[in-house]
């Protein structure tokens, strides 16, 4: 026990060790071990740690002489004087003090002291006159107790009075400016029991490694030698190092559980047009979406060109076309679908991809993901973003039902900490059935809204495809998902882009 | 989406039940409605937009009352013929060719009742009716109309009634300048030389649609017993919807429903409300298919019934009121309802499909790697920034893509190049402890002709690092360090860059293209940011860099 915590001792702690007694002062150590203070400090603090020593404080009250006392003990006591004065003759105020020299409240201050002392006495007839009694000549023939303390060596300290001195200091105390105190605290330190045992052993510093030199390792000199133990459950500094964005870890992670299904990664454009955002997805030409409070649309460039077979969509909108739909039966404007905006929902790519089945890129079945950018014509306060992430994903399967997309979906929330998701009816003007799906929050004890889904409409997947086909769909806010995680409340920490909170962050471990 | 306000004891009424609160909640929310609040008085819910049948306590608790099986199947409404016409003028083409009429007779209307008529109006008039634009609809006492009506177009001009609740007779200009009204939905008739006008047998003005009524005949009262109902605009489905929910919602009042016939011009004539059932397909194959069930034909019409729906030889007799069935997808969705979403299984159905990454992304990752390896923090910042930030701050001249409809001057441009988001970081950082070494992967944005929208995006990386000591080399050393982890060397050339200190700038070329810009950033940049310490970047196309690196595979 002892030899391990001797091992562990510094090159400082070894110097200053040996040199404490008992209540070792601090001054003492510092002028024996030759060490700058602050090493000093710190050597003392570990040897405390490591219960090898214990240190105190001691609170002195210390005497020292004030302005009078400096005064009276080269030149005497005022009373002194006083008595000295009168000695062979009684004299008036006036006659005193020009004999005396002593100052008018000396005067006053001695008169009554001496009174006290019955070593005066005061007659009046015109005016008073003052005469030495016995009591007083004897007074002369000896220093009083006060007289002798003021002699003494300063500072004092006044613990170690003697009765005497003690008894001259309460008078001396009373008295203006004769006297001051000062509180003094000084450390001292002591060997524990432990230390004491620590000072036993070899504490020379010789045969101890503090740091590994290349020296010794080439040389095997420190086969010979011991490594001083370190304290290793002692806290050390912060560091930080380089490290992904957390949001981006958890789209990865989130990309991964949809990658381990056996989707395909969908990626494109961020300007698209209304065209690809809202008409192939079957949203009516005046649906309140497409209001201009609600999409970021483009200035410059202004219109998008349209693909040629763009009149598919047309007729789906206006007549149902043939996919067995009415259709909204009102006029369709390729002006209106030609405006650029920010695509507003990643299902934007799904319908592309779908046209790509459609091209012969990719075969039935098929599944897609994304996970990525869209945008809400939005004012940022602690609730909204107006960019932000979208978690898509469509399976395009002839025998896809409804019973699966909650299948998918309960899988995916499943890896993302949900145990249990429900389904409740919704609307989205490009699903039927649509779905909101939800899930149980074990902590919160309490279901939370999770994403919108649903099964393509067929307006939108027959133009698009060729065929009708059940294309499950969904479209979650990745943001609200990743929140709580992170213990966010306020989403614009997400992106507020502050160091101190990157790294600090801790990782995305699901 | 639309919110409600339901009085619960005419809902509880109407529904001829009384459940527990918390099995009303959840019927309501598994019908399709979410509750907003509930009270002992009041029912708040939100409405999909798709249901304007709805929003109302009459068409909300019809639904409902079926929905838990108390009143099921299609509900016929009676309609007699009023004999009473209204004639469509030739002037209202292209101004507003459409309207649908009906006579509602034997209302009884207190407090209540003309609030609940209110709310149905305005809620209509919101989501349905696109703020009027799609569905402008008025209400009238029939006490104070002479009959026939006439629907037609006049110059401003020559309008001039008194508007609801309005002091004086206005003409048209000072009714759309002067009236909350007016001012409100003026831009629904702009560019426009006549508005639509409703006036009856005495040419009295009844409404000039989309604005306003007459103050003389609009107004319902308690002691209105019945009411002319008009719905315009440009599309008759929509108005004759809109007709059908509002007169069906007078029916469950306690209302009787007559019918008037339109003359348009040219002789055609039209009787409206048209209250009968439409057909839908019901193919039971391709329903069970789609959910993922095993109904029967007799399980179906149940469900089918249960939503107010008639079922018939393979046909489901669609009600008037529903403005939403527009293929058999929106019936499966109606039977998913009734059959309960709370009861549907989960299932991942064993099927082989082969997944695959995003080779770009996978790039990128690897590359976010070897920086977040050297020390360097990502960050990830907005796409949308301000014209500012993009040039003048960097000293740059750049023509950016630019938002039309941007709610701050701060976010009006998308971004072309990276290091302006990333010294923005730096400047929100000043008071983090040095070194500041951060970098990120993210889109940007520049207008080219030959793509479908004009715009190119591509992907470009900046990499930034802000010390006493940042400088060229260390800069330099990232960049070598990158290129050589994935076998590529650069061509150092020297250039110039506005954004950075002359003499300390350098183009990296890879295989003969220039892909990135590399230096010192210019102190007179740091000061617009009022950054303290030295910066030193490189900014790189890394759409560009993993093209060539696939040309090189």
Redesign the interface.
């Given at each position: 026990m002892v030899q391990k915590i001797v091992d562990s001792l510094n090159q400082l702690e070894r110097t200053v060790l040996p040199i404490i007694k008992n209540n070792t002062a601090f001054e003492e150590l510092l002028e024996k071990s030759h060490l700058q203070e602050v090493e000093l400090q710190r050597a003392l603090q570990w040897l405390e740690n490591k219960k090898l020593i214990s240190g105190a404080l001691q609170t002195n009250e210390l005497l020292e002489l004030d302005e009078n006392g400096k005064k009276y003990r080269k030149g005497g006591l005022p009373e002194k004087k006083f008595l000295q004065t009168i000695k062979n003759d009684s004299l008036t105020y006036d006659q005193l003090i020009k004999k005396s020299k002593l100052e008018k409240q000396e005067i006053s201050a001695c008169i009554g002291l001496l009174k006290q002392k019955a070593a005066i006495q005061v007659t009046k007839e015109k005016e008073p006159l003052f005469t030495i009694t016995t009591a007083g000549k004897a007074l002369l023939l000896k220093n009083s107790l006060e007289e002798e303390l003021l002699q003494e060596h300063y500072p004092l300290n006044v613990k170690d009075l003697k009765p005497e001195q003690q008894f001259a200091y309460e008078n001396l105390i009373k008295r203006k400016n004769m006297l001051k105190t000062i509180i003094q605290k000084k450390r001292s330190y002591t060997l524990t029991s432990l230390g004491k045992k620590a000072t036993q052993t070899k504490l020379s510093s010789k045969n101890i490694i503090n740091s590994l030199t290349s020296k010794e390792l080439k040389s095997g000199s420190w086969k010979n030698k011991k490594f001083r133990r370190y304290d290793v459950t002692i806290n050390v500094p912060a560091i930080h190092?380089?490290?992904?964005?957390f949001?981006?870890q958890a789209t990865?992670y989130i990309?991964k559980i949809?990658?381990?299904?056996?989707?395909?990664?969908?990626?494109g454009?961020?300007?698209?047009?209304a065209f690809w955002n809202l008409d192939t997805l079957f949203v009516p030409q005046?649906h309140?979406a497409r209001a201009?409070?609600d999409s970021?649309?483009?200035?410059?460039?202004?219109?998008?060109?349209l693909?040629e077979w763009h009149k598919k969509i047309k007729e789906v909108h206006e007549n149902?076309a043939d996919?067995?739909?009415?259709?909204?039966?009102?006029p369709w404007s390729s002006e209106i679908a030609s405006e650029?905006m920010?695509r507003t929902h990643t299902t934007v790519l799904s319908s592309q991809f779908l046209r790509k089945i459609h091209d012969g890129e990719y075969t039935m079945?098929?599944?897609f993901f994304s996970v990525n950018?869209v945008?809400r014509?939005?004012?940022l306060d602690w609730k909204h973003l107006?960019?932000f992430n979208q978690v898509e994903g469509i399976v395009v399967?002839p025998?896809?039902?409804?019973?699966?997309l909650?299948?998918?979906l309960?899988?995916f929330f499943g890896k993302m900490g949900f145990k249990k998701?429900?389904?409740?009816?919704?609307?989205f003007p490009y699903t039927?059935?649509?779905?909101e799906v939800e899930g149980y929050n074990e902590i919160k004890k309490e279901w939370v809204e999770l994403t919108g889904a649903g099964?393509f409409?067929?307006?939108m997947t027959k133009p698009l495809l060729g065929v009708e086909v059940?294309v499950l769909a969904w479209g979650i806010g990745m943001e609200r998902v990743i929140m709580e995680y992170f213990n966010i409340v306020d989403i614009r920490d997400?992106?507020?882009?502050?160091?101190?909170q990157?790294?600090e962050m801790k990782i995305f471990n699901k | 989406m639309p919110t409600i306000t339901l009085n619960r004891k005419v809902f509880e009424k109407l529904v001829g039940s009384k459940l527990s609160e918390e099995k009303l909640v959840d019927r309501i929310?598994?019908?399709?409605a979410s509750v907003e609040e509930i009270t002992a008085d009041e029912i708040k819910l939100e409405i999909?937009?798709?249901?304007p049948d709805w929003l109302s306590e009459q068409g909300f608790a019809r639904a409902f009352s079926s929905f838990i099986g108390k009143k099921t199947g299609l509900k016929n409404y009676k309609i007699i013929p009023s004999g009473q016409k209204l004639t469509l003028e030739r002037s209202l083409q292209g101004i507003r060719e459409h309207t649908a009429c009906a006579i509602v007779k034997g209302l009884t209307f207190d407090g209540e009742k003309i609030r609940e008529l209110i709310q149905i109006q305005e809620k209509l008039h919101v989501?349905f009716g696109?703020n009027r634009?799609?569905v402008a609809i008025g209400i009238y006492p029939l006490e104070h109309i002479t009959m026939p009506i006439t629907f037609k177009a006049l110059e401003p001009k020559k309008i001039k009634f008194q508007p609801l609740e309005h002091s004086r007779e206005l003409d048209a200009n000072q009714i759309l300048a002067q009236h909350p009204a007016g001012r409100e939905y003026a831009h629904l008739l702009e560019g426009l030389k006549k508005y639509p006008l409703f006036v009856d047998a005495k040419n009295k003005v009844l409404s000039m649609p989309p604005i306003i009524n007459s103050h003389d005949t609009g107004k319902i009262s308690t002691s209105t017993k019945e009411v002319f109902i008009e719905c315009s605009g440009?599309?008759f489905?929509?108005l004759s919807q809109a007709l059908n929910i509002l007169v069906t919602t007078m029916a469950e009042m306690g209302g009787q429903v007559y019918s008037m016939t339109l003359y348009y011009p040219g002789g055609k004539k039209v009787t409206t409300p048209n209250l009968k059932p439409t057909e839908q397909?019901v193919d039971i194959n391709y329903i069970n298919?789609?959910?993922?069930l095993q109904l029967t034909e007799a399980q179906t019409k149940k469900l089918l019934e249960r939503m107010g729906f008639g079922y018939n030889n393979k046909k489901a007799q669609v009600p008037a009121y529903r403005a939403d069935v527009?293929?058999?997808?929106?019936l499966?969705?109606d039977i998913?309802?009734a059959y309960g979403?709370?009861n549907?299984?989960?299932?991942?159905?064993n099927?082989?499909?082969?997944?695959?990454?995003?080779g770009?992304?996978v790039f990128k990752?690897r590359v976010?790697?070897l920086?977040?390896?050297?020390?360097?923090?990502?960050?990830?910042?907005?796409?949308?920034t301000s014209k500012h930030k993009q040039t003048k701050k960097t000293n740059t001249k750049l023509e950016l893509?630019?938002?039309?409809?941007?709610?701050?001057a701060d976010?009006d441009v998308?971004r072309a190049w990276m290091l302006p988001s990333l010294l923005d970081?730096l400047e929100?950082?000043k008071s983090?402890e040095l070194p500041?070494?951060?970098f990120?992967t993210n889109?940007c944005?520049k207008?080219n002709?030959k793509t479908?929208?004009?715009?190119e995006?591509f992907q470009r990386l900046a990499v930034l690092i802000s010390d006493h000591n940042a400088d060229y080399t260390k800069i330099r050393q990232v960049l070598d360090y990158l290129l050589n982890a994935l076998s590529l060397k650069a061509e150092m050339i020297e250039a110039e860059h506005p954004t950075f200190i002359p003499g300390r700038v350098a183009r990296a070329s890879v295989n003969n293209k220039k892909i990135a810009y590399i230096g010192e950033v210019n102190p007179q940049t740091l000061n617009n940011y009022e950054l303290d310490s030295p910066v030193a970047a490189l900014e790189l196309n890394m759409t560009e860099l993993y093209q060539i690196l696939q040309k090189a595979l």
């Open positions: 190092g380089g490290k992904r964005h949001v981006n990865e990309k949809w990658i381990e299904m056996g989707f395909v990664e969908m990626t454009d961020l300007v698209q047009s005046d309140p201009m409070q970021f649309y483009i200035k410059n460039p202004k219109k998008a060109k693909p149902g996919t067995g739909s009415s259709g909204w039966g009102t650029n920010l079945p098929a599944k950018k945008f014509n939005e004012a107006f960019e399967d025998n896809g039902n409804l019973e699966q909650k299948g998918y309960a899988e998701i429900r389904m409740k009816p919704a609307h039927e059935p649509s779905v099964i409409r067929p307006e059940p997400l992106y507020y882009n502050d160091l101190k990157l790294r | 929310t598994y019908l399709g999909e937009p798709n249901r989501s696109r634009k799609r440009h599309h489905e929509s397909k298919k789609l959910l993922g527009l293929h058999m997808v929106d499966a969705e998913a309802i979403y709370e549907f299984d989960e299932i991942i159905p099927v082989a499909t082969l997944a695959q990454e995003d770009f992304e990752k976010a790697n920086l977040a390896g050297l020390g360097f923090i990502e960050t990830n910042t907005f796409c949308i893509v630019e938002l039309a409809n941007s709610f701050s976010y998308l970081v929100h950082n983090r500041h070494k951060i990120e889109y944005f207008k002709t479908e929208t004009g715009v995006e």
